[in-house]
């Protein structure tokens, strides 16, 4: 046999092995019974939902990522953070997108969000381009989902197949998203709580955490780790430990009210790019919130970190099944909630 064509076939039976591997690794659906849509993996979605009634779906939402980001690579990690607050609040059904209207007060301004979540624009240029191709066939949360997808890969993150066919809800509640989205100052099992209301568990909290791998936070989120850690008039001792980033992050964040909603990155080392760079801060010690650093402090947990930062295969992996497990929370499909014409409003 030619040694070309005995090269690329060993070589396409390892990329066939790997890639069987990491499906493999998906659960299949199921439906856990929390509440009546469930939670988990729902199995009426489909990774083939819109083959025939919408087929350049998926290019139009990688096409309209990819504008964004070219114009500011800040708008991956919105995007991605976009699809997770979808889901934490009555599940992914596309409310946070919402406006507030007569009837209900939405997520947008909540405590959360205000002044802090975005792409909200750029999931409705999406869907004006499908809208184009396919009316009334794709809901805004089956956009939110795919464009968070498309946003990890632009960033040199994993690929994983979406599955597809939640609908959107008619409501949305600032009450729940204040309540039920984790807080940057909560400890660990309040945090951890809250994941397992959902279906999720530990090892979701802490791969999912892995996002913050790339994006910013705003200084007042952490700057009480730089000059009164939990009252003591001093800078948290593990980030003083490191007089070059503490410093950096006090000349960008000054002690002073002004300067709380100036950003810094959550990775310094790589803030927008999609790897497990995160994990090695959190061994070194130098998270930078304390929702990000807190993992250290379980065995369970800890133990993971360390794994992601050995192991970034391992790493992009576990985000994919996380991920399409977090995307399943509560969704509604068949005829329940409706498709938007406009992400914005309901009708």
Not at 6 to 21: Q, R, V
Not at 178 to 200: C, D, H, M, Q, Y
Not at 282 to 304: I, K, P, R, Y
Request: include cysteine; proline fraction near 4%; charged fraction near 20%.
């Amino acid at each position: 046999m030619d040694r070309k064509i005995f090269s690329f076939i060993t070589h396409l039976a390892f990329f066939t092995l790997l890639f069987n591997d990491f499906v493999s690794s998906f659960p299949s659906g199921y439906n856990n019974g929390h509440g009546p849509h469930g939670y988990g993996l729902v199995s009426n979605l489909d990774y083939r939902f819109y083959d025939r009634s919408c087929p350049r779906l998926q290019m139009i939402v990688k096409t309209g990522v990819w504008k964004a980001f070219k114009d500011d690579s800040r708008i991956a990690a919105s995007l991605l953070r976009l699809h997770f607050h979808d889901c934490f609040v009555n599940g992914c059904d596309g409310s946070i997108l919402l406006e507030d209207s007569e009837d209900f007060k939405g997520e947008k301004n909540a405590l959360p969000n205000r002044n802090s979540v975005r792409g909200f624009e750029v999931i409705e240029d999406i869907k004006s381009d499908i809208e184009s191709s396919c009316p009334l066939t794709v809901s805004c949360a089956d956009i939110v989902a795919l464009a968070a997808r498309e946003a990890v890969v632009l960033t040199g993150g994993p690929f994983w197949p979406v599955p597809l066919g939640r609908r959107d809800s008619l409501t949305a509640s600032e009450q729940a998203a204040n309540t039920n989205l984790p807080s940057p100052f909560e400890p660990l099992a309040n945090i951890t709580a809250k994941f397992v209301s959902l279906g999720l568990d530990l090892k979701d909290v802490v791969v999912l955490s892995g996002a913050h791998t790339i994006g910013f936070a705003q200084c007042f989120t952490f700057k009480h780790r730089l000059f009164n850690f939990k009252g003591s008039g001093q800078p948290d001792p593990n980030l003083a430990a490191s007089s070059a980033l503490i410093s950096k992050l006090k000349n960008t964040c000054p002690n002073v009210d002004s300067s709380d909603s100036k950003l810094a990155a959550l990775d310094a080392a790589s803030a927008v790019k999609f790897d497990n760079a995160y994990y090695v801060n959190l061994m070194n010690n130098v998270g930078l919130l304390d929702s990000d650093q807190t993992l250290m402090t379980d065995s369970t947990a800890a133990a993971l970190v360390k794994s992601y930062s050995e192991n970034s295969y391992l790493f992009s992996r576990d985000f994919a099944i996380s991920m399409v497990k977090m995307g399943n929370i509560g969704v509604m499909t068949g005829s329940d909630g409706v498709i938007r014409a406009k992400c914005g409003f309901p009708g």
